[in-house]
């Protein structure tokens, strides 16, 4: 019988110190139950942490990687898959998961959420509240909000002045 594929799925540089100890547990309970943990690969934040949970318990880690070779890897990945897909990677993170666990992360971690739900895969979502992630990006003027189509009209005319 195939074992459980368990997407984890966070941020990398971003990551904090608390987020980062959360994926270690996550991941060396991952592997405790015998599942096999799968993520992006990348030796920072959840990625390496939780891979360092399940590789320190004896777990099958395996990382999907952004670029065309392994030098980011991430030292506990037991079998690192080559994409040189950049974030295009994340459709092959969430269907090759059986469930994913979405831990803080920014933009990318998001992506694999909604191509989660897109592709009827269970989230969980671990301490994590995807609301600050939208507010961050408004904060930073990437993400606006109408109530109205004039409203969003009017909003586009700012943009584009913004941009002249």
Known sequence: MRKPVIGVMGGGESASAEDCRLAYRLGALIAAEGWVLLNGGRNAGIMDASARGAR????LTVGIL???GTEQ?????DIAIVTNMGGARN????LSSDIIVA??????TISEIALALKYKKPVI????DVRTLFQMYS?????HWAQSVEEAIGIIKELLARRR
Do not use: D, H, Q, T
């Not at 890897?73 to 990945?77: T, V, W």
């Not at 459709?91 to 969430?94: E, G, P």
């Not at 979502?125 to 994590?128: P, Y």
């Open 91 to 94: 459709v092959i993170n969430v």
């Open 56 to 59: 320190e318990r004896g777990g």
């Open 139 to 143: 904060g930073e003027n990437l993400l």
């Open 103 to 108: 831990m803080a992360g920014k933009a990318g």
């Open 73 to 77: 890897a991430s030292r506990y990945i």
């Open 125 to 128: 979502l671990l301490n994590f």
């Open 66 to 68: 952004p670029g065309a």
